[in-house]
T-cell receptor, first 112, second 115 residues
Framework: EAAVTQSPRSKVAVTGGKVTLSCHQTNNHDYMYWYRQDTGHGLRLIHYSYVADSTEKGDIPDGYKASRPSQENFSLILELASLSQTAVYFC???????????FGKGTRLTVV | GDSVTQTEGQVALSEEDFLTIHCNYSASGYPALFWYVQYPGEGPQFLFRASRDKEKGSSRGFEATYNKETTSFHLQKASVQESDSAVYYCALGDRASSSFSKLVFGQGTSLSVVP
């Protein structure tokens, strides 16, 4: 079965600190995504990638960086965490085109 | 840009009630439409999709019909169960199978079903 694994599953970070969220997929999918989930906003796309060593900005990229060192791995980096970045973050993967997107279980990030 | 609006933020029903969650979209092109379901502690899961006007998507007793005229894709189920309690997301994406599909999600509707 398709699998997207996120780590850590929860994290408390200090304002101004650096945070790295990791994602690993065993689906052999080309596309990987980072979404942010907030109550009332649903899921919003932060960054995505369709090939290793390349990332693209999504709809809300400000304050976030992404890294795709291999097809299987995709990281989200918050260089200077802020209170407004407290949210649940989901990694996902898919084949190209309008195919099913597979999500991980999410990372709950709390910035204090 | 493209957008999806779900009218209901929360829905509370009893078991065996009929469910409707309203979804309307705004898109510059001719999108594919999706429903995803998210159970507590899990990521969203694909429920089904429809790619053209009047096409019906369905899965696990849920269904929705693509209506291009009213730009809608309302989710329905005839008889809900407590196990259907979850958050439901409507989304749109690109119809072309060879192109990148960035999903645009609605705000989500939290369904609570009591026995």
């Amino acid at each position: 079965e398709a699998a997207v694994t996120q780590s850590p599953r929860s994290k408390v970070a200090v304002t101004g600190g650096k945070v790295t969220l990791s994602c690993h997929q065993t689906n052999n999918h080309d596309y990987m995504y980072w979404y942010r989930q907030d109550t009332g906003h649903g899921l919003r796309l932060i960054h995505y990638s369709y090939v290793a060593d390349s990332t693209e900005k999504g709809d809300i990229p400000d304050g976030y960086k992404a890294s795709r060192p291999s097809q299987e791995n995709f990281s989200l980096i918050l260089e200077l965490a802020s209170l407004s970045q407290t949210a649940v973050y989901f990694c996902a993967s898919s084949w190209t085109g309008n195919t099913e997107v597979f999500f991980g279980k999410g990372t709950r990030l709390t910035v204090v | 840009g493209d957008s999806v609006t779900q009218t209901e933020g929360q829905v509370a029903l009893s078991e065996e009630d009929f469910l409707t969650i309203h979804c309307n979209y705004s898109a510059s092109g001719y999108p594919a439409l999706f429903w995803y379901v998210q159970y507590p502690g899990e990521g969203p899961q694909f429920l089904f999709r429809a790619s053209r006007d009047k096409e019906k998507g369905s899965s696990r007793g849920f269904e929705a019909t693509y209506n291009k005229e009213t730009t809608s894709f309302h989710l329905q189920k005839a008889s809900v169960q407590e196990s259907d309690s979850a958050v439901y997301y409507c989304a749109l994406g690109d119809r072309a199978s060879s192109s990148f599909s960035k999903l645009v999600f609605g705000q989500g509707t939290s369904l609570s079903v009591v026995p």
